[in-house]
């Protein structure tokens, strides 16, 4: 049985208050599906301690009868691997904190069967803390830890053995698995919900994801975190898909010519500094969205009904153009959004726009980094810059703290591309990408994950820092 040793923090055998004897089970069947439990918000193999008078595989046995219903034998059972984790200050629920050393022995089962409920027999302490079974692929187990959120002290520790079980699994399997899914699904790491300008609500989005193959999605909203808060991790269509979802944002800064955005990835939801920003750009989209409503009326006559104003000043999203498009459709004044915007929305915006719309890109990259986030420069094709101006202000904003630069868009050209990678190589820069999906009404030549010119973008560097 290989023996791994996790000592970071370099205990003795001498330093240590505690020493605990488990056993855990990796059941696989014929798909690469197992079962993790979920124990008072820590994920783990199935498994427990080794009671007085038993061997390991009699623990073994006892253990997964009592735990999931089903019934083992020793001849299914074949030794793995042996972890030895050295806990410092490790908080017990009794509320203390010693020095401690799980030795977890892991054993794996080959074999179809299921957890049968009506067999179970849980202790009074798994029933208090709600011990749930989680059915699983293997390869989709490291994407649902990293999306999972857990106010257990414990969790870390757990999380780090688990995953260097897994490392174990998919060699000892000899198929990376993990790996080969990665790369057979796609990845679009810039996409709009409803709560900007997008057309799809959360969850039609992820929905969508998970249809167009894809494997990892950012949820990057125009200047709010409303549609990425709504997420569920939990919700058994993330889990059961093992799709990772990214926190994102997409802020709007500043330029004396084209459009700048910057894409924040990783961002931390409830920084204070970073909300109480984004409800500030909302009442700006409020007044600019009303701004343009006025230089409409008086440029083309279109008016719109009292409720329908009423409607957008009151919605749960930040305003833009494309609400004022819906609004022309609706009262008859044009059949699409794009000639909406082409009638109307563009001169009007243009004639009320302010110049430099927006707030400093050294404050928006200030925001995502002091939020834990990656600041990316978001389609530089955008900016309509010269190659000269274009790198003397790349140079300004890396010094400003820019860690990444948006390399494959929907609007980008394979020559473009090139050109972008080059400079991010060049600059040391993370390297992201994604279609730029907002909705079939609002940007009807633009689809999730492939974007408009056939994105299918499969590796992206900037991945690298966001994983587990």
Excluded: W
């Amino acid at each position: 049985m290989e023996k791994i040793v996790n000592n970071k923090y370099g205990l003795k055998d001498n330093n240590l208050d505690k020493i605990t004897n488990k056993v855990r089970v990796i059941l696989i069947d014929d798909k690469l599906n197992t079962i993790i439990v979920n124990y008072a918000n820590n994920i783990m193999f199935p498994g427990g301690k080794v009671d007085n008078g038993e061997n390991d595989e009699q623990a073994l046995i006892r253990e997964i009868k009592e735990e999931l219903g089903i019934d083992l034998s020793s001849n299914d059972i074949i030794p793995f691997i042996e972890y030895y984790n050295y806990l410092k200050d490790y908080p017990t629920r009794e509320g203390n904190i010693i020095n401690k050393l799980n030795k977890t022995k892991y054993y794996i089962v080959k074999t179809n069967k299921k957890s049968n409920l009506s067999k179970r027999v849980l202790t009074k302490s798994e029933m208090n803390n709600k011990f749930e079974i989680i059915d699983i692929n293997l390869t989709n187990i490291k994407n649902f830890l990293l999306n999972y959120r857990s106010n257990n002290p414990r969790f870390l520790s757990f999380k780090e053995e688990l995953i260097d079980v897994l490392n174990s699994i998919y060699n000892f399997l000899n198929k990376e698995e993990s790996d080969i899914n990665d790369k057979e699904k796609l990845i679009d790491l810039h996409t709009h919900t409803n709560y900007s300008d997008g057309e799809l609500s959360l969850i039609e989005l992820i929905k969508l994801a998970i249809e167009k193959n894809i494997g990892t999605i950012a949820i990057t909203d125009h200047d709010t975190l409303e549609g990425i808060k709504q997420i569920d991790r939990s919700n058994p269509l993330i889990v059961k898909s093992g799709i990772r979802v990214i926190n994102g944002i997409e802020l709007s800064a500043k330029a004396t010519k084209g459009r700048m955005h910057i894409l924040g990835y990783g961002i931390d939801l409830d920084n204070k500094e970073l909300n109480e920003k984004m409800s500030i750009l909302k009442d700006n989209s409020i007044n600019s969205v009303l701004s343009i409503m006025e230089q409409i009326k008086r440029d083309y006559g279109i008016r719109f009904r009292y409720n329908d104003i009423k409607a957008l000043v009151n919605a749960n999203h930040n305003l833009g153009r494309p609400d004022l498009a819906r609004l022309c459709i609706k009262y008859g004044y044009a059949k699409t959004v794009q000639e909406a915007f082409d009638k109307y929305l563009i001169d009007a915006y243009n004639k009320t726009r302010q110049v430099g719309k927006g707030i400093p890109y050294q404050e928006c990259i200030n925001l995502i980094l002091n939020s834990g986030g990656i600041p990316v420069l978001a389609h530089p094709k955008s900016l309509e810059l010269k190659e000269k101006e274009f790198l003397i202000l790349l140079k300004e904003m890396i010094t400003s703290g820019l860690k990444g630069i948006e390399v494959y868009h929907s609007s980008h050209t394979k020559e473009e591309m090139e050109y972008y990678l080059s400079i991010a190589n060049k600059y040391n820069l993370l390297i992201s990408g994604g279609s730029d999906y907002h909705g079939k009404t609002v940007k009807p030549e633009i689809e999730l994950g492939t974007g408009k010119n056939n994105l299918k973008i499969k590796k992206l560097t900037i991945l690298d820092s966001l994983k587990i």
